[in-house]
């Protein structure tokens, strides 16, 4: 089981950024997709999340009114990044599990993650 985050880069302050998260090993379709990201010197801190269907979905207030997440199928699935901020700079990874939930513990697979830097 692989799950293999792309997308990131260096924005400009208020601009965007489309990740992309590819599963592969096995079908996903029970599986919750979520993002979480990690700053230097803080702890991994959760972003967003879609349910197996894709039609619930959970935010970090941080993301609320800014971040998409949305899925293409079992296997892929995204995160739309807009106005991003300064404070958005981290490794973003993309993560899988069984429970639409804001709780790292909840996640079994683990990217290795995409780094998102956005100048001020």
């Known amino acids: 089981v692989q799950l293999q985050a792309s997308g990131g880069g260096v924005v400009q302050a208020g601009g965007s950024l489309r990740l992309s998260c590819q599963a592969s090993?096995?079908?996903?379709?029970?599986?919750?997709m979520g993002w979480f990201r990690q700053a230097p010197g803080k702890e991994r801190e959760f972003v967003a999340a879609?349910?197996?269907?894709?039609?619930?979905t959970e935010y970090a207030d941080s993301a609320k009114g800014r971040f998409t997440i949305s899925r293409n199928g079992p296997n892929t699935h995204y995160l739309q990044m807009n106005s991003l901020k300064p404070e958005d700079t981290a490794v973003y990874l993309c993560?899988?599990?069984?429970?639409?939930?804001?709780?790292?513990?909840?996640?079994?697979?683990w990217g290795q993650g995409t780094q998102v830097t956005v100048s001020s």
């Open positions: 993560a899988s599990g069984t429970m639409l939930t804001r709780e790292t513990y909840r996640y079994t697979y």
């Open positions: 090993g096995q079908i996903f379709s029970k599986y919750v």
């Open positions: 879609i349910s197996r269907g894709g039609d619930n």
